[in-house]
């Protein structure tokens, strides 16, 4: 009986270390209290992004300082975008990672293109984001990008572009 009930707490001590640490599974989930990130994966949406503050921008294979974009969905919470600063290559830098993570709402770009945004509150204020993203554009024009970031932090606003080629819409898709 004893031995039972002593099973029961280390259980729940574990549990709430978990909880309060957060923790990555086997599977690959992001934990952060109230919010379970790789749950459910979803193909159109879910994919990661190299971001640059110009729009056609060739990183250099050596030291490449971008912020990372990952698209994915989180259990009972939706879509989530979550970004932070990464630096590869064999360059001698590091980079405060700055993770930011927002929930999405989707609106109706035109074209096939589709509109995410997302606003989060921190202890410096309220940060938005805005994520044109136009993997599935339609149009015959051109886009700078595939996927488009606006960010405001701190008051600050910040546009990047994902390091994709420009969008060639198919002709079979064209308007």
Known sequence: MKTNKLQKISYVVIAMAALIAGSASAAGELRVPGLTIGGQPSQSFAESFKLYREAGFVPDSECDVHTALDLDFAQ???????????VSGSCEIAVFANTRIYRLSREDAGCGSTLYKGTVA??????????????NRRCR??????VIVTET???????????????QPHADRAQ
């Not at 024009?141 to 595939?146: K, Q």
């Not at 932090?153 to 969008?167: D, F, H």
Request: charged fraction near 25%; avoid cysteine.
């Open 76 to 86: 009972l919470n939706g879509k989530v975008a979550i970004l932070e600063e990464r």
């Open 122 to 135: 921190t202890s410096e204020g309220v940060n938005t984001i805005e994520i044109l993203d136009h993997r």
């Open 153 to 167: 932090r701190n008051g600050s606003e910040n546009t990047l572009y994902s390091a994709n080629l420009v969008v």
């Open 141 to 146: 024009d051109l886009v700078p990008a595939r």
